[in-house]
């Protein structure tokens, strides 16, 4: 559904309808209580929204009625919405949603960081027809790298490299 807004509205929904098969939370809002303190710029979001808007808007007050298996995508180099709003997202979906971790620590949700989903996303392109190798699927990817061109593949998001 898109970062920022976007897994925000993924959580939103997660908690209210089960219509979907799976649902994809990317660099999305939990707890909005915890997210503001936490955020690039509290002061914005504090004039944005009210003691009383992030309680009755939280996405995390839903957990409970979460029954759709979710994958849950975030970066640890975002500001705006830190790490720890997809961390409190997973630990939610293992411990209080419809659909816990099992005793034996498997569970429907999922979890990657944005540079696993990259690569992964590597790896789907190398096995695609036409493709020789992982490092074939890479060149396209990653422009300057090898001295491509920039990527033409309109399904391949832009990964941020580590600096």
């Not at 004039?47 to 759709?68: D, N, Y």
Request: positive net charge; aromatic residues 8%.
């Amino acid at each position: 559904m898109g970062g920022f807004f976007g897994g925000y509205m993924a959580n939103c929904v997660a908690g209210h309808t089960d219509r979907f098969r799976a649902i994809v939370s990317h660099a999305g809002l939990w707890s909005l209580e915890l997210f503001l303190p936490t955020t690039d710029h509290p002061s914005y979001w504090a004039r944005e929204m009210t003691p009383e808007m992030r309680a009755a808007w939280s996405p995390h007050r839903s957990v409970g009625a979460i029954r759709t298996p979710m994958l849950v995508v975030h970066g640890d180099k975002d500001y705006r919405v830190p790490v720890g709003e997809g961390l409190s997202l997973w630990y939610s979906l293992l411990s209080a949603s419809v659909l816990p971790q099992a005793d034996d620590g498997t569970t429907a949700h999922r979890f990657q960081s944005v540079h696993v989903a990259c690569t992964d996303r590597l790896s789907a392109l190398a096995r695609a027809p036409g493709s020789s190798s992982a490092e074939d699927a890479a060149a396209r990817l990653s422009p300057g790298r090898r001295g491509g061109p920039r990527p033409t593949t309109p399904c391949a998001p832009p990964c941020r490299r580590a600096p």
